[in-house]
């Protein structure tokens, strides 16, 4: 069985094989409840994922992201959040969001097309809006970690951010502006091998996590498919920011198992051979080996999860396809606190009651 | 009555808001230790202090980035680009996010940001350096866009843009930074979206905004000798434009000529004219006329007197209009 391939030395930091069997300290400072906890969340998340292909074929959503294969890093690293840090994410973390506490329903009304960003509230969940321009979303996670420090919060900024967004100059701005102002920040790379077409090797010459020395921060290499490994990384970078002690790079080398999104077509660029190698690595079957190999969890544990995900996801489509089409006044009413009149005339002749 | 030049009014704005608000922060390239490059932030750090008054790196896009999520933490940002021509680098973060994060998020998430941005030609500058980059700015739905012809305007404007729960950027003329005006700093008078009438005649409404207000003037007042007097409208709000002000102005006289610094294809003029025919068209007495930079890149100090409107390239065309 195969590892994460990379033509380097950089060390890549994991807790478990691929096939589940521990390789080095497992002990992450979890209750047997919360290990158990973060498969119930793969799991959960994984079903969803399918769900949303599924109901984008059917033509109840618009173009969907899918994470298939990314479970365990955006589940290991939201789960290593606290209340009061604030997430950035790009466009593809529906698992971290729903770790997050992102209502699902709300949040796919973005894929729905029924609102831009994710109607659901970004400072009640700690989980800013679905951003769609790449590493953008970067530096606003370096500004809401200086405001954070400004107050003498305890809270870090988590940034989501893809292999893509690496070569982003926002990516540069944002790493630098971070180290500069030494705020608490996360910057959390989920590497999944491709940019839409384009593989890592043609996107990159040294790994991601070696360019924190540059900027002068930590930087960090996991497994991204070993959830335990996700989760200690980002839990110490966490703390470490949250401490005073400045921000860090987190490289997850993970995969796409699926398309870009539902409009691409991935057959065209890479071959189904690299797909079943990495499918062998696959994070959820990993980390269920591992759980029932050390007795925290069983086959019921894991059936009650799978049946749990299965009524969520019905009650999450039932709930989604009710959905209505907002007033066209909403088109209107959210660009201005106080609209100028010259709108408001635009709003009467739109609506009609010129 | 005291006299001030416009990087004192700006200076004492961004004091005051800085007293006044203790989320206020003001941050930017060399707006620290030097106090900016044109001094407009000149004695802030040292009265604020380092966390409230900050230098940043030459990174125009993290500054406008920071806004966002500064301000998602419930913070009052008012970021300085340094140039008109360095304000490009931000556009994205100024496009994508800033100007829709209030509509993004329902109206959650409101961003209270203000952009300084020393904008426009006229003092001899190298390329990059006499930009107007104002469409950018008009063209994007979601922001406020200012801009201020004199002394005690710009201080009002800088209060009313610090204190807006909307994005505003604030375009400073820096040819007119040293221009001086007599009257006590205050924000009240005009809001934010409206236009002021700076003085009034009966054949033709000049409408500018920034430098070309004070040229504006000077044609009038050469053309009140002759025989022909002018109503100088200024803008000072370019998003949103304010069609009352405008419109009345127009129906009185029936004559206007647009005047501003940037290319004349789809220059601000372009849009103010289209206005006049949809608020004053049955009052026309003549065509509207623009009187505009060209449509070239902003030329080398030596050229520069060819590119700007004159005086008399103002004048010239309030005749025109006038005689039509």
């Known amino acids: ?354 | 009555m005291p006299e001030v030049t416009m990087v004192a009014a700006l200076n004492a704005a961004l004091r005051e808001a800085l007293a006044e608000d203790p989320r206020v922060l003001v941050f930017g390239e060399d707006v620290g230790e030097l106090g900016g490059v044109f001094r407009v932030t000149q004695g802030l750090q040292a009265e604020f202090g380092r966390e409230r008054v900050f230098d940043t790196p030459i990174s125009e896009s993290g500054i406008a980035g920071m806004c966002v999520g500064l301000a998602m933490a419930g913070f009052r940002p008012v970021a300085e680009m340094q140039f008109d021509g360095f304000s490009y680098p931000a556009l994205d973060q100024v496009i994508s996010h800033l100007a829709k994060y209030r509509e993004r998020t329902r109206g959650r998430v409101g961003m209270p940001v203000t952009i300084r941005i020393p904008s426009f030609g006229g003092i001899r500058g190298k390329e990059h350096h006499g930009e107007s980059p104002e469409t950018y700015y008009v063209h994007t739905a979601g922001l406020k866009v200012v801009c201020p012809s004199s002394p005690l305007d710009a201080y009002r404007l800088l209060r009313l843009a610090i204190a807006d729960p909307d994005p505003v950027i604030v375009l400073e003329p820096k040819s007119r930074y040293w221009s001086k005006e007599e009257g006590e700093l205050t924000a009240e008078g005009p809001g934010l979206g409206r236009a002021r009438v700076l003085r009034e005649g009966s054949a033709c409404v000049l409408i500018s905004y920034g430098a070309m207000v004070a040229r504006c003037l000077d044609a009038a007042a050469g053309l009140e000798a002759e025989g022909i007097s002018c109503t100088v409208l200024d803008l000072r709000s370019l998003s949103p434009l304010d069609l009352e002000t405008l419109g009345g102005a127009v129906r009185a006289v029936g004559r206007a000529v647009v005047v501003h610094e940037a290319p004349l294809t789809l220059g601000l003029g372009a849009e103010v004219a289209a206005r006049i025919m949809e608020e004053a068209f049955d009052h026309l007495e003549a065509p509207v006329r623009r009187v505009t930079g060209w449509d070239v890149p902003y030329p080398p100090a030596s050229l520069e007197d060819v590119y700007l409107p004159s005086v008399e390239r103002i004048a010239r065309a309030v005749r025109e209009v006038v005689a039509y």
């Open chain 1, 1 to 354: 069985m195969g590892e994460p391939e990379t033509n380097d030395e950089f060390p890549t930091l994991r807790c478990l094989a691929p096939d589940g069997t521990p390789v080095g300290d497992t002990d992450v400072g979890l209750s047997e409840e919360d290990l158990r906890g973060l498969l119930r969340w793969m799991i959960l998340a994984r079903r969803l994922d399918h769900e949303c292909m599924a109901l984008q074929r059917q033509g109840e959503l618009t173009v969907y992201p899918p994470f298939e294969g990314q479970e365990a890093a955006q589940v290991g690293s939201a789960a290593a959040l606290a209340p009061q840090d604030m997430v950035f994410p790009s466009f593809r973390e529906l698992a971290a969001a729903i770790v997050r506490g992102v209502d699902a329903v709300t949040y796919l009304q973005y894929h729905r097309g029924t609102w831009h960003g994710g109607p659901y509230d970004p400072l009640e969940t700690g989980f800013a809006p679905i951003c769609v321009p790449v590493a953008t979303q970067l530096v606003h996670a370096v500004g809401w970690a200086l405001g954070a420090k400004l107050d003498g919060r305890p809270a870090c900024a988590l940034a989501y951010f893809g292999d893509g967004a690496a070569s982003e100059g926002d990516f540069h701005e944002a790493a630098n502006l971070a180290a500069v102002f030494r705020v608490p920040a996360v910057l959390f790379c989920q590497n999944n091998g491709w940019a839409i077409s384009v593989p890592s090797r043609l996107q990159f010459a040294a790994p991601i996590a070696a360019r924190a020395a540059g900027y002068g921060m930590p930087g960090v290499r996991v497994d991204g498919n070993d959830v335990l490994a996700v989760y200690r990384t980002t839990r110490e970078a966490l703390e470490r920011a949250r401490a005073g002690g400045g921000p860090t790079l987190i490289e997850a080398l993970t995969y796409r198992l699926g398309p870009h999104t539902t409009a691409d077509d991935p057959s065209r660029y890479r071959d189904e051979a690299e797909v079943e190698r990495w499918r062998a690595l696959d994070p959820i079957e990993r980390y269920r080996r591992f759980l029932l190999a050390s007795g925290v969890a069983d086959e019921d544990d894991v059936a009650a999860f799978e049946a749990e995900a299965e009524t969520w996801v019905g009650r999450v489509r039932a709930e989604l396809v009710a959905l209505g089409t907002p007033p066209p006044s909403e088109v209107f009413d959210h660009v201005f606190a106080d609209p100028p009149a010259s709108l408001a005339r635009q709003r009467a002749e739109a609506l009609g009651d010129a």
